[in-house]
């Protein structure tokens, strides 16, 4: 069983250039969640996605958007980055919206911003 | 708007000094209350789901239990390998956001 895996694990980008933040699912999870990690903070909820729609979403600004295709993978896009866009992104899967109590965690891509 | 307070910010321990964690919860309509870990550099881990009040449940030396204010996460006789960061989180309403607290950072020492 193949757990949840993310890519790229680390990068640098400088103020105003954007990002995409990709996700594999684990096998038999059809739901991806992501948040986003500040440094000696909680996670906090971006949004969801499921059924290659968004289905819920925190208190996060339009320039954080994503996509999830046919085979569940997801993406997290972030335009416009700004410094405190830095942190740890996590991606997490379960076994449905209904069922996303339980998550699974990809270990994270840290982005830096300068 | 749900929220979660974790206490200590930090706790150090020494092998096999029992001690417990608390989390402090308000939501409007509890759908669980979650224990995940933390290891540096990885993602949480999943531990423990609480339904309803009363409840507990048991994983080698942890020990999770709820009331309808707070959790506590009994760590009994820890070793070095307990040695992460703990985080409580709850789930309330819609299905698909869960609400972190911050965590408690666990040293066990030798």
């Known amino acids: 069983e193949t757990g949840v895996t993310q890519s790229p694990t680390h990068l640098i980008k400088t103020r105003g250039q954007q990002v995409t933040l990709r996700c594999s699912s684990q096998?038999?999870?059809?739901?991806v969640s992501w948040y986003q990690q500040a440094l000696g903070q909680g996670p906090q909820f971006i949004f969801q996605?499921?059924?290659?729609?968004?289905?819920g979403r925190g208190n996060f600004p339009p320039r954080f958007s994503g996509l999830q295709f046919p085979n569940y993978s997801s993406e997290l896009n972030v335009n416009a980055l700004e410094l405190d866009d830095s942190a740890l992104y996590l991606c997490a899967s379960s076994l449905g919206p209904e069922a996303a109590n339980v998550l699974t965690f990809g270990a994270g891509s840290r982005l830096t911003v300068l | 708007e749900d929220q979660v307070t974790q206490s200590p910010e930090a706790l150090r321990l020494q092998e096999g000094e029992s001690s417990s964690l608390n989390c402090s919860y308000t939501v409007s309509g509890l759908r669980g209350l979650f224990w995940y870990r933390q290891d540096p550099g990885k993602g949480p881990e999943f531990l423990f789901t609480l339904y309803s009040a009363g409840e507990e449940k048991e994983k080698e030396r942890l020990k999770a239990t709820l009331t309808k204010k707070e959790s506590f996460l009994h760590i009994t006789a820890p070793k070095p390998e307990d040695s992460a960061t703990y985080l409580c989180a709850v789930q309330s309403g819609g299905y698909q956001k869960v609400t972190f607290g911050t965590g408690t950072k666990l040293q066990v020492i030798p």
């Open positions: 996605y499921y059924r290659e729609e968004e289905n």
């Open positions: 096998s038999g999870h059809n739901t």
